[in-house]
């Protein structure tokens, strides 16, 4: 998603932060006073310490040193609240911006069409929402305040610098500009090496969840050493990148702390020569030191914040540049409500390419009409077409040209939420979440009773085992359902559309994961809940769709032919192939066998 060679970004990334931030102006401002407050409670101490040292111990009175000391002791209370409010002010507003942050990013995600994530992995996201926005959090919950307060501890030290000794302020502030020059420096190098050390971390993150997602396949090809050598040089790279940016900041901080302790030594030798000569007290003396260690501390420690906030500044760019993504799938500006009865479902002279494969045409000038009520099959070969019709009536993906309707309303008029409300969708890879039975059952009908998941699982021939597991239909499945086999996930799957109950039903080979008997119940069910609603069925087996209504033969995002059973033996080649293939029967008596080796030939 960003190339790590690109311009290192600035801290101006950052304000973009502003509208998660503004939500809690009234905290902010309280954080901000008490920050005020610790800052000059702090800086009143060196003051403290010139009087008891000035007035008190040069005086020998038993009481001024009492009263000084008990001056030194109520600074640090105020010292100490306020600190102890400015932590938890901003400790908790850390937390809660990162809490709306992640969400707004994981909100915004998943209303991506599925083109987003052609080219960006799945692990990429999650590093963003992970990694990312732990670097935001760190910021925005410590280091900003921290950087605040050391700020004011900058200003407000070299000011009484200047009061204490002009003379000598002037010293400390001539080295400044000197330390200023490694930070600008170093500085610009951190942020590259920050951004790039982010790019490799998510890298391997997107590599460990592609991985993870898959072992059943990695292992049953034995390639576990082969993924173990790719995630340790993926692990080592990113190491390599970060130890790099350690390297730089850590000389960065070295080279800082040197000039400044190098000045201050310097500056303070030539105070100790003015006490010797009598144009400064002891006192003076004393609260110099003190304003010049604060100045030092906070110069350090501005160093160090800005480092952070550089790194920060890398992660919030690329979370906005999730955010700034739009799906093309986009909703109308005017939107139409979905007629519940019309003419059913038309393509229109649909061509469409995937976003990936833009050379190759998916479909090519496709037209389709199924009828209200109808029930019809979608057969061909791999690639004919068949899923993306689907996916394009899902608008999952909008066709480059043509048009689709139902019940005359053109898909791109309706709002996404009920153009998908109206569509139940059983796919060939069945998806279960981590959850119960009965709430991967309620996933598309969460208000449903127990009753009516009950009734789906029997309609779908899952009643069975699901009643056989250890708590019924509050079993918990496991990530992706791993406590069941193929066939029991997809029963699940069918017993979730069914409970939906939408007038149009997609079902994408939904019994291919079953066995001979299961089948049977569940295309049974099947053709049950087809009963009255519009359903198109995609399938190789064409032993599930002879009853069919009609059968739409594909091929090449083409249609080439459309009918019944019977019919297609004989009008169609390709779909007689088919046939000849899966009942072992010879092919139609009316279909020459080399037309059909033509046919097939030039497939």
Not at 110 to 115: A, F, H, I, R
Not at 132 to 143: K, M, R
Not at 365 to 378: D, I, P, Y
Not at 400 to 413: A, C, F, M, W
């Amino acid at each position: 998603m960003s190339d790590p060679a690109s311009p290192a970004p600035r801290i101006a990334p950052l304000f973009a932060l502003f509208p998660f931030l503004r939500p809690y102006a009234g905290r902010w401002a309280l954080a901000f006073l008490a920050l005020v407050t610790s800052a000059g409670a702090t800086l009143v101490l060196p003051v403290a310490f010139k009087y008891l040292i000035d007035r008190g111990f040069a005086s020998g009175e038993r009481a001024h040193i009492d009263r000084y000391f008990l001056a030194l002791f109520c600074v640090s209370l105020v010292l100490a609240g306020a600190t102890a409010l400015r932590f938890y002010l901003v400790s908790w507003l850390g937390e809660r911006v990162t809490a709306d942050l992640r969400r707004a990013v994981y909100d915004h995600v998943l209303e991506m069409s599925p083109q987003f994530f052609e080219t960006t992995q799945t692990g990429e996201v999650l590093s963003r929402l992970t990694a990312d926005t732990t670097l935001i959090q760190a910021v925005v919950g410590t280091s900003l305040s921290l950087g605040l307060r050391n700020f004011f501890l900058l200003i407000g030290g070299v000011a009484m610098l200047v009061v204490t000794s002009p003379v000598l302020s002037g010293y400390i502030i001539a080295t400044l500009f000197v330390v200023v020059a490694p930070i600008v420096i170093f500085g610009r190098r951190v942020r590259r090496l920050s951004r790039a050390s982010q790019d490799k971390v998510a890298n391997a993150s997107a590599l460990a969840g592609e991985v993870l997602n898959a072992m059943p396949t990695v292992q049953s090809f034995t390639q576990e050493p082969f993924e173990s050598r790719r995630f340790a040089g993926a692990v080592e790279t990113a190491f390599d990148t970060a130890l790099t940016r350690i390297r730089a900041r850590a000389w960065l901080t070295a080279v800082v702390i040197v000039l400044i302790f190098t000045a201050i030594v310097f500056v303070l030798w030539l105070g100790a020569q003015a006490v010797l000569a009598g144009r400064m007290t002891a006192g003076q003396l004393s609260q110099f030191i003190l304003y010049a260690v604060f100045t030092a501390g906070a110069v350090g420690a501005v160093a160090e914040v800005w480092g952070d906030l550089q790194r920060a500044a890398g992660a919030t760019e690329r979370l906005l540049q999730l955010l700034a993504a739009r799906s093309p799938v986009v909703q109308a500006g005017t939107t139409v409500a979905l007629p519940a009865r019309g003419d059913g479902i038309q393509f229109d002279d649909v061509s469409f390419s995937y976003p990936s494969r833009s050379g190759i045409a998916a479909l090519s000038g496709l037209s389709l009409h199924v009828r209200a009520g109808e029930h019809v099959a979608l057969v061909g070969p791999s690639g004919a077409g068949k899923t993306t019709l689907f996916q394009l009536l899902l608008r999952f993906y909008d066709p480059q040209s043509g048009t689709i309707l139902i019940n005359g309303v053109p898909t791109r008029d309706v709002p996404l939420v009920e153009l998908r409300r109206e569509i139940g969708v059983v796919l060939q890879e069945s998806v279960i979440f981590s959850g119960s039975v009965l709430d991967n059952i309620r996933y598309g009908a969460p208000e449903a009773t127990l009753a009516d998941v009950q009734r789906a699982a029997g309609m779908a021939a899952a009643a069975g085992f699901i009643e056989a597991l250890p708590q019924g239909y509050d079993t918990f499945l496991g990530e992706r359902g791993v406590r069941l086999s193929g066939g029991q996930r997809q029963r699940i799957a069918i017993a979730r559309a069914i409970l939906k109950n939408p007038p149009i039903l997609l079902l994408d080979e939904a019994t291919s994961a079953l066995d001979a008997t299961s089948e049977r119940l569940v295309q049974t069910a099947l053709d049950n809940a087809a009963q009255n609603r519009t359903t198109l069925v995609i399938a190789h087996r064409l032993a599930t769709v002879q009853q069919a209504d009609r059968i739409v033969v594909l091929e090449h995002g083409r249609i080439v032919a459309q009918g019944r059973h019977a019919e297609l033996l004989l009008s169609s080649p390709l779909y007689a192939q088919l046939a000849a293939l899966q009942f072992g029967e010879p092919l139609a008596q009316t279909v020459p066998r080399d037309a059909v080796r033509d046919h097939m030939d030039s497939a």
